[in-house]
């Protein structure tokens, strides 16, 4: 450790090392033109010649960050490697054209917003014929179609730089884009990625990111009153996205694309380059140092230096169906830190302690419908789930694992393969299949008198799902439908303990089940605490296994609890659920009509009332 970085030993130096190597280790795998980086590994649904420009546009970012954080210092060639490739993939016959291949949209983003950082060392140093070229290329995406998600920044940043280029660009694809971007907002800093309730790490990797970064390239386009909005967004998401990292450095594991990694870092850096944060600086290089230390102790990048399909090391089973070998460069958005000179207050400031270090964390955040709770005895950050599902309320597919589970943490993550579930409540058929409640309704999310309480309310329904699909984008899967009773479940969350219950409210389907079972914490061979206590009316216990379903470890072990038959409709069902790194003591509860109370060992009293059937 340095006097600068008393929780992580990581300086900026460090960080520049790391970054280079990264690049450089990507060499072996390039054509001799530059143009494609052939990375090993399972290709994307979009195929190896996406794959390879992806990996080009990506790390090409990440050259642009060095350069603009080192004023053009470039003691490895950076920029006249990457040039070459920039104008051999540009040519006719190269890289697939944002009008031919929607991923190429994508990766044109990338590559707008690296040579607008780098423009004095790269762009400005290309000769006309050269910079027309890309601009041909880039130009590809001007009038084109763009799904009303974060891509709407890709086209938004290529034509700002286009625009600033001489390049053709329109003024209606921006300020539609803009308009799609403001109509995901939901509220308190938080933005859902698309109409669904799509919260994840692409609300800061994405929809706070871009917006600050483009002002700067925007000039008059960018309205003062967005910026002014944006800031304070950033401001209010980042004061909730500290209290979600881990003691350890890890990021939260839920949502898609974690494959990105440390791209999680990025929402806290543009906090830093823009000043729209009230979190100390110190707190900031804390947060990032300790996600790049966190997966560099674990094993990413490998001991080639490459950033593989997985989470530590590689674990191809992660990866959706836009993943190729490339992808993983995204996380390269989460060293933007780099950009800022060595002199920049954020690299001299003393890191500060994560809010899990100085003491327990509890939390409600109300868009995603979320209770945080962080406990700085074991360094575990716990999210507690009646909000978000990747779907709408109403919709009858499956549960997506990364989405419309009751739990998240940043030590454990949902089986990603076989049939095991974790988390949940659900009615069972007696063939042991378990109904979803994707499309539930969130009742309520908020903190009172120190507990977290929470309630949501789902239409359970069976659905027959193709297990050996694709891998898709993190949505539930669909299938045909049998519906299931409806339930009411509820959370109050003090510490490592959330006391959950739930009640049946309906009948439908009762006559083809087989029994109610609540499923806790899934924890692989790494000492945590995870424990299911009855406290009400769920009297068979068992212990769920299974091997190589997740990248944290070979077995994944899930405690299970069952009522001896099938429901009773009106009755309340209750268990403690602990995932902890140290024994901790559980609560007593009763239960008078529909309301729970639980009396807590020290004397403490919290009352959850459920909503009537």
Same mark, same amino acid.
């Given at each position: ?340 000179? %060595?002199?920049?207050?954020?690299? !001299? +400031?003393?890191?500060? @302690? /994560?809010?899990?270090?100085?003491? =327990?964390?509890?939390? *409600? $955040? ?37 989405? %419309?589970?009751?739990?998240?943490? !940043? +030590?454990?993550?949902? @089986? /990603?393969?076989?049939?095991?579930? =974790?988390?949940?409540? *659900? $009615? ?186």
């Amino acid at each position: 450790m340095t006097v600068e970085s008393p929780y992580t030993g990581y300086t900026r130096r460090h960080w520049a090392e790391l970054a280079d190597r990264m690049l450089l280790a990507l060499r072996p795998y390039a054509s001799a033109d530059h143009a494609r980086i052939d990375l090993p590994g399972q290709a994307s649904a979009h195929g190896r010649d996406s794959d390879a420009l992806e990996a080009f546009a990506r790390t090409f970012l990440l050259a642009a960050i060095r350069l603009r954080g080192e004023g053009g210092a470039d003691p490895h060639g950076f920029a006249e490697w990457y040039a070459h490739g920039l104008v051999t993939g540009t040519r006719r016959g190269g890289w697939p054209r944002p009008d031919e291949l929607d991923q190429s949209k994508v990766e044109a983003c990338s590559i707008a917003l690296g040579l607008h950082l780098s423009r004095p060392w790269l762009w400005d140093r290309l000769s006309h014929g050269e910079q027309q070229r890309v601009i041909a290329w880039l130009g590809k995406v001007v009038g084109q179609k763009y799904p009303p998600i974060n891509w709407v920044w890709f086209q938004i940043v290529v034509e700002t730089f286009l625009r600033s280029v001489g390049g053709p660009w329109w003024a209606g694809d921006i300020e539609s884009g803009l308009l799609v971007h403001e109509s995901l907002y939901r509220r308190d800093g938080w933005y859902s990625d698309g109409a669904e309730r799509a919260y994840d790490h692409y609300g800061g990797w994405a929809m706070h990111v871009y917006p600050l970064l483009w002002a700067e390239m925007a000039g008059e386009l960018g309205p003062d009153v967005l910026r002014g909005s944006w800031r304070y967004r950033l401001k209010c998401f980042l004061d909730d996205a500290v209290m979600l990292v881990g003691s350890d450095g890890s990021p939260l594991l839920q949502g898609r694309s974690l494959i990105y990694r440390f791209a999680a870092a990025a929402p806290f850096w543009v906090g830093a380059m823009t000043g729209a944060t009230d979190l100390p600086l110190g707190t900031i290089r804390r947060v990032c140092s300790g996600m790049l230390r966190y997966f560099e102790t674990n094993g990413a990048p490998d001991d080639r230096g490459l950033l593989t399909l997985g989470w530590h090391r590689e674990w191809p089973a992660m990866a959706q169906s836009y993943s190729g070998t490339g992808s993983p460069y995204w996380a390269t958005k989460g060293m933007l830190g780099l950009a800022l000179p %060595a002199d920049h207050p954020v690299w !001299t +400031a003393v890191e500060e @302690p /994560l809010p899990v270090e100085r003491g =327990d964390t509890l939390h *409600a $955040v109300a868009a995603p419908g979320w209770i945080v709770s962080g406990t700085r005895d074991d360094g575990i950050v716990r999210v507690v789930n009646h909000g978000t599902d990747h779907s709408t309320p109403g919709d009858l597919r499956g549960d997506s694992p990364l989405y %419309a589970r009751l739990g998240y943490s !940043t +030590a454990t993550l949902p @089986p /990603l393969t076989g049939t095991a579930l =974790d988390n949940s409540v *659900a $009615v069972l058929d007696p063939a042991g299949r378990a109904t979803h409640r994707n499309g539930f309704e969130c009742v309520r999310v908020d903190v009172v008198d120190g507990c977290g309480l929470a309630v949501s309310r789902a239409q359970t329904h069976w659905v027959a799902t193709d297990e050996d699909a694709r891998p898709d984008h993190g949505s539930g899967r669909s299938g045909a439908v049998r519906l299931g009773p409806l339930v009411t479940m509820g959370s109050v969350v003090r510490g490592a303990v959330e006391v959950r219950c739930a009640r049946v409210d309906s009948d439908t389907g009762l006559d083809d089940a087989s029994a109610l079972e609540f499923s806790g914490w899934p924890v692989t061979d790494d000492g945590l605490i995870s424990r299911l206590t009855n406290l009400a009316g769920l009297e068979v216990a068992l212990v769920r296994r299974q091997r190589g379903t997740s990248p944290l470890g070979e077995q994944v072990t899930v405690p299970v609890l069952r009522t001896a038959g099938p429901p009773t409709v009106g009755q309340l069902y209750v268990a403690a659920v602990v995932l902890s790194g140290t024994p901790v003591d559980l609560p007593s509860v009763s239960v008078t009509g529909n309301t729970l109370t639980v009396n807590w060992q020290d004397a403490l009293v919290s009352t959850l009332d459920l909503p009537p059937r």
